[in-house]
């Protein structure tokens, strides 16, 4: 399967609002509302920030949020704060096993 | 504390073998679907193989009959034997547990091994 399609670079200023975009197909993204959102920052394993498109696990800020529409599933972070600076992936079921997993490309968010 | 720690990462030659390993602990492991998922150097996230907890397991076209994962729930430990190593294998393999009642999302990661596929 092909992997998700991600900017590869956003930015914004602390305190402002970002927004990254993740496009698929539907028989991934459009298909299912498994979409999950993974920060990394440099030499980290990455980390679950969003699942099920648009929840978040305990102990994550309420500045990210997500959510999604068609084939495109978005990842926004308010209040930008500069711990925020980190690549973000997301990731889709793709239906074609029980564990069919593709992920985006990643996008570095970089906090001016 | 819930963690993953992954160990066996190495240089090996192309076509060669190494087995990782991927101990658990903090959590009951057995009743967890588990994972391989891979990085290369600068480069996005791979899935690399699943085991559910009933010992099923799914693999992308990319390493199917090559990788085997594996589980020993005893030992609260997770394998990943690969064979006819490339260097495209190149890459960070990080163990990483997937909760149903997240989507199967991957919650918890281990900080990953490196593994080097070169002459």
Same mark, same amino acid.
């Given at each position: 399967q092909s992997a998700l399609t991600q900017p590869p670079s956003a930015s914004g200023s602390p305190g402002q609002s970002v927004t990254i975009s993740c496009t698929g197909t539907s028989s991934d993204v459009g298909g299912y509302n498994y979409v999950s959102w993974y920060q990394q920052h440099p030499g980290k394993a990455p980390k679950l920030m969003i699942y099920e498109v648009s929840k978040r696990p305990s102990g994550v800020p309420d500045r990210f949020s997500g959510s999604k529409s068609g084939n495109t599933a978005s990842l926004t972070v308010s209040g930008l704060q500069a711990e925020d600076e980190a690549d973000y992936y997301c990731s889709s079921y793709a239906?074609?096993?029980?564990?069919?997993v593709v992920f985006g490309g990643g996008t570095k968010l970089t906090v001016l | 504390e819930v963690q993953l720690v992954e160990s066996g990462g190495g240089l090996v030659q192309?076509?060669?073998?190494? @087995?990782? /390993?991927? #101990?658990? +602990? $903090?959590?009951?492991? &057995? &009743? *967890?679907? =588990?994972?391989?998922? @891979?990085?290369?150097?600068?480069?996005?996230?791979?899935?690399? &193989?699943?085991? $559910?907890?009933?010992? %099923?397991?799914?693999?992308?076209?990319?390493?199917?009959?090559?990788?085997?994962?594996? @589980?020993?729930? #005893?030992?609260? +430990?997770? *394998?990943?034997? =690969?064979? /006819?190593?490339?260097? $495209? %294998?190149? #890459?960070?393999? *990080?163990? #990483? @547990? &997937?909760s149903a009642d997240r989507g199967n999302a991957f919650d918890i990661w281990g900080q990953g091994t490196m593994v080097t596929v070169s002459s």
């Amino acid at each position: 399967q092909s992997a998700l399609t991600q900017p590869p670079s956003a930015s914004g200023s602390p305190g402002q609002s970002v927004t990254i975009s993740c496009t698929g197909t539907s028989s991934d993204v459009g298909g299912y509302n498994y979409v999950s959102w993974y920060q990394q920052h440099p030499g980290k394993a990455p980390k679950l920030m969003i699942y099920e498109v648009s929840k978040r696990p305990s102990g994550v800020p309420d500045r990210f949020s997500g959510s999604k529409s068609g084939n495109t599933a978005s990842l926004t972070v308010s209040g930008l704060q500069a711990e925020d600076e980190a690549d973000y992936y997301c990731s889709s079921y793709a239906g074609s096993n029980n564990f069919d997993v593709v992920f985006g490309g990643g996008t570095k968010l970089t906090v001016l | 504390e819930v963690q993953l720690v992954e160990s066996g990462g190495g240089l090996v030659q192309p076509g060669g073998s190494l @087995r990782l /390993s991927c #101990a658990a +602990s $903090g959590f009951t492991f &057995s &009743s *967890y679907d =588990m994972h391989w998922v @891979r990085q290369a150097t600068g480069k996005g996230l791979e899935w690399v &193989s699943a085991i $559910g907890t009933a010992g %099923d397991t799914y693999y992308p076209g990319s390493v199917k009959g090559r990788f085997t994962i594996s @589980r020993e729930n #005893a030992k609260n +430990s997770l *394998y990943l034997q =690969m064979n /006819s190593l490339r260097a $495209g %294998d190149t #890459a960070v393999y *990080y163990c #990483a @547990r &997937s909760s149903a009642d997240r989507g199967n999302a991957f919650d918890i990661w281990g900080q990953g091994t490196m593994v080097t596929v070169s002459s």
